[in-house]
């Protein structure tokens, strides 16, 4: 019986190490789209929130989105953030999933943006922070910055 040589065995070990960095590399974030939110409750803090998203996997993949940590804004100014402590299953299919991340408006700053939104016109929201999609053993943290815009039809609220 032989046995393989060394050097050819560490090579080929570096080899698939490499190949496999490689395909790591081309993986993309997964897809998320905001499409509503949702008003909890009411504490001390500020208000408590959950933003509905829509989550699908661009690579046919799947895997699990764990320690997802966000920052919200409206008009620039930062108004709540948050962290997902419950993974979201992400299916291999192409299946979207619905998934709820909880926020927290805080009074403290949040103010001016919400003064700012219950005006009249456009207005521009944004949400960023990063995500860690696993699969097995394997993860990747990806970062992300969504930004859209809404319309608000003003009115007499006094903040």
């Not at 997902?84 to 949040?110: H, M, N, Y």
Request: some cysteine.
């Amino acid at each position: 019986m032989t046995h393989p040589h060394p050097r050819r065995v560490l090579t080929t070990a570096v080899l698939v190490c490499v190949v496999a960095a490689a395909s790591c590399s081309t993986v993309e974030p997964p897809e998320v789209t905001l499409t509503g939110v949702e008003f909890v409750g009411l504490s001390m803090e500020g208000l408590s929130m959950i933003l509905i998203a829509d989550v699908s996997d661009p690579n046919g993949i799947g895997g699990r989105i764990r320690d997802l940590e966000y920052s919200i804004y409206l008009d620039g100014t930062k108004v709540g953030q948050g962290q997902q402590v419950e993974s979201v299953l992400i299916p291999s299919d192409g299946t979207t999933v619905q998934a709820e991340i909880p926020f927290l408006l805080k009074w403290e700053g949040a103010k001016e943006g919400l003064r700012d939104a219950i005006q009249s016109g456009q207005h521009e929201w944004n949400i960023k922070g990063s995500a860690k999609l696993q699969k097995g053993g394997l993860s990747r943290t990806f970062k992300f910055d969504e930004r859209g815009t809404f319309g608000s039809q003003g009115g007499d609220v006094t903040l």
